[in-house]
């Protein structure tokens, strides 16, 4: 259960925590239709700072722009209050979730003239998958669900109605003793988790899905980064289950799972069934980045 305390920012001004809600006719209740974002705000030594804030506000107007609803504020605006979010809720660490839904108004899967609403909210959110899956792995199955089609759902935007698949498979996973759940795409390749992308490590290589059926997460582009500066090479390329399996090494990434390392997936070891090096050592290069230790990155984080 969340804790009910705080503001939430609701359509240019802040509202009591308990008091934002919304017609239960809201346009996008009914047919999904919203875009949103995941973001961390990470404490650091002096300050807290947000990560990567630019990347996901762009991201934020562009799946709109995917959805076709138009956001009634510019970036600048966008940016400034959910900073503001986090400095009126006096938290140092915190996930922070904007969301662009279609308001009140028509009922009807055309959503004609209806308001393009905007709510940011900001919460205390410690490890996605646990503690334990951060330090010592998770495990994983193969959902038996399948990823969108391209065709059908356009990944490269963040909507809410895409995360029906995401529930769905991730239920699955949880009902048969998971911890999360891999989705291939249509054509049987292995896309992402139900909100990660995946990476595998095999040789002293690392291969990850390439953009045509997934996300285009903010924290895979980091972690793409900041593995080529340490001289590792990184092919976006597509792989196949069996390919997870014989990894020397899987991990997750996600602004919510951070950089997670995966130890069994479909009840196999992978490498050692420990997190391997390649993995915890692109997991401390990132957290040393996000808190504020290493500053070779200042540049991704935004000082709240
Ligand atoms: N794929 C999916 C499907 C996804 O939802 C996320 C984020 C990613 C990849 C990673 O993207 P990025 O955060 O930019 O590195 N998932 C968000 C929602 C999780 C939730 O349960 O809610 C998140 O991590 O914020």
């Not at 609701?10 to 919203?34: E, I, K, P, Q, R």
């Not at 006096?90 to 922070?96: N, R, S």
């Not at 003239?113 to 900001?122: F, G, M, V």
């Not at 997750?252 to 993995?279: F, S, Y």
Request: hydrophobic share 40%; charged share 25%; glycine share 10%.
């Amino acid at each position: 259960m969340m804790e009910a305390q705080g503001k939430i920012w609701m359509d240019g001004s802040f509202v009591n925590w308990t008091d934002a809600n919304v017609h239960v006719l809201t346009h996008s209740l009914h047919y999904g239709l919203a875009a949103f974002e995941g973001l961390r705000c990470y404490k650091g030594k002096t300050t807290s700072a947000i990560f990567k804030l630019h990347e996901h506000v762009d991201r934020l107007f562009e799946s709109a722009h995917i959805g076709m609803m138009t956001i009634p504020y510019d970036k600048k605006q966008v940016a400034e209050a959910i900073v503001e979010t986090v400095r009126v809720n006096k938290l140092d660490a915190c996930y922070i979730r904007p969301l662009v839904y279609i308001g009140y108004g028509a009922m009807g899967v055309y959503p004609g003239d209806n308001p393009i609403k905007l709510a940011i909210a900001a919460w205390k959110w410690g490890a996605y998958l646990g503690d334990d899956a951060l330090a010592n792995g998770m495990r994983a199955r193969v959902s038996s669900f399948t990823r969108h089609h391209v065709n059908v759902s356009m990944t490269r935007g963040k909507i809410s109605g895409y995360y029906v698949n995401s529930i769905l498979a991730k239920r699955e996973a949880k009902a048969d003793g998971y911890d999360e759940a891999i989705l291939l795409d249509p054509e049987g390749y292995v896309s992402e988790g139900t909100g990660e992308n995946i990476f595998i490590v095999r040789k002293g290589r690392i291969k990850t899905t390439p953009l045509t059926s997934i996300l285009e997460g903010i924290t895979r582009n980091s972690v793409i980064e900041l593995a080529r500066e340490r001289g590792i090479p990184v092919l976006e390329e597509r792989f196949t289950r069996d390919e997870m399996y014989i990894a020397d090494e899987v991990f997750v990434t996600g602004t919510a799972a951070e950089l997670t390392p995966v130890r069994e997936i479909d009840n196999r070891r992978i490498g050692i069934g420990k997190p391997g090096p390649i993995t915890m050592g692109l997991q401390k290069a990132f957290f040393s980045i996000v808190r504020g230790e290493d500053p070779t990155h200042a540049s991704w984080l935004t000082r709240v």
